[in-house]
């Protein structure tokens, strides 16, 4: 018996052999052409056969594959036998033909742009659909590091009780009840105390007088109230009362010096209105008439949003598009495979800010807190718990947020640490990227953390920084002056060229397009433009953020 069925172009059986020795070695067993069918036996018998008995239909997507009559034909059975298709695009090209209209609407796998990458994530949604993941072990010590999540506050509540009920039991009862139960043993305390009160104001009254009577100064009841301003208008004292005075001053406490302010604790900024995003394969940008546009892969309706109103704050996913209204409801359109547009109800109010990756999608409400929806296959949306914060951002299985005291908090995937992000501290901006995630400090430097097969998390000399946008495989950095700084790649293996942008006052991060807006309304773009997404030459009047 097998799991997978395998579909190719004969052409490219090195690439359908590799996948299928990667899946093998994962578990997953495989059927894939010439290799299963035995001497004799009919191909038109034995491949749907394969495909009727197999739980998840993989296509290698190519202009080959598109154009084989036999590749046509195993897609068509797989969609009639209702199977999971996977669609594996190992060519940068569009998808026609019948193969627009069956797949269009099905997760794709770009492995052109991240062949690796994109096959080892295949790997793991195969073998969770087949209730075969599991967690590998080295990944455990990261949940401490993610406070909201159960597993630790499991962990950090068992150290916590014993000291609270020891401590506790003994310490308080011996201090507080055995010194009641002393003081009736001692009841001249009190007459003594009195005794020693009374007789110190006895003679402070007597050199009172006797200094009133030296100088012939009449003595009224009000200058015994007034004994700590008048010896400074006394000129004749007798030895006597100058020695009181001595004595006197000895005992008067110095001032104390005025203690040094507290410097107030650091308070990260709220995010801000975004009127430019970019997504895998489109962009959108609000224009200074409120209008919005979308340019670049429309397949799923992503960029046809003329009919939205009344919106401040935009952000672009993989395949689909979510925009902020005034009233701090939200908008979704575009690929809702996995519940990723589903952004209505009451849960979705009072939001200032939302962000958009490949499958989910994050809001940040007024109160501080946070709401999600869409794939949870790694814990991306559990962020119920999170409270204080001030920004999002959603990354490929990963979300990230921001806190009012500058500190931030991650969960979901972590296999190259993208959720490494606790021992941050005075961070004043957040973006996340498809397995990375970077930060801009109070000073205007910039961490980064996750994969870096690319150079994306090389930003550790960038200074003077308002703002960043990390991408599938790159890191984009704005300068104070309107500068642009950029690391990683446009696609696998081909860096992104330096970003020659000027009075640029807003940036934003695709799947490997970089797009960026000037002080005067128009654009740049730079990167991948196999669906038109870099097409702003001719665009103007963009609105510039709050």
Known sequence: MHDVFISYHSSEYNTADLLRRRLENAGVACWIAPDCIQGGQSYAQQIPNAIHNAEVFIVLISKASMSSVWVSKEV???????????????????????????????????????FDGMLSRMIIDIQKYLGRYSVNKPAEPVQPQEPERAPVREETQKPVQNPERKPVQKPERKPVQKPEKKAGKFPLIPVVVGSVVLLSALIAVVILLGKGRKNQTPIETSAVTQQPTEPVSTETETPESAGSTETENPTTPEPEPTPEPEPTPFTAQTQKHVTLSAGRYHTIMIQEDGTLRGIGHNTNGQCDLDDWKDIVSISAGYYYTVGLKKDGTVLAKGNNQYGQCEVTGDDWKDLIAVSACDRHTIGLRADGTCVACGSNDYGQCDVTEWTDLVAVAAGGHHSVGLKKDGTVVATGENEDGQCNVSEWHNVVMISAGWAHTVAILEDGTVVATGKNAYGQCDVTDWTDMVSIAAGGGYTVGLTAGGEVRVCGCQEIDVPFPSLDWTQVTEIAAGGYHAVGLKSDGTLYAEGNNESGQCDVSEIQNIKQPD
């Open 76 to 114: 068509d059975i797989a969609i009639n036998e209702k199977k999971r298709i996977m669609p594996f695009i190992i060519e940068n090209t569009p998808l026609t033909g019948e193969y627009r209209f069956y797949l269009s609407n099905v997760q794709q796998y770009m492995a052109y742009a991240d």
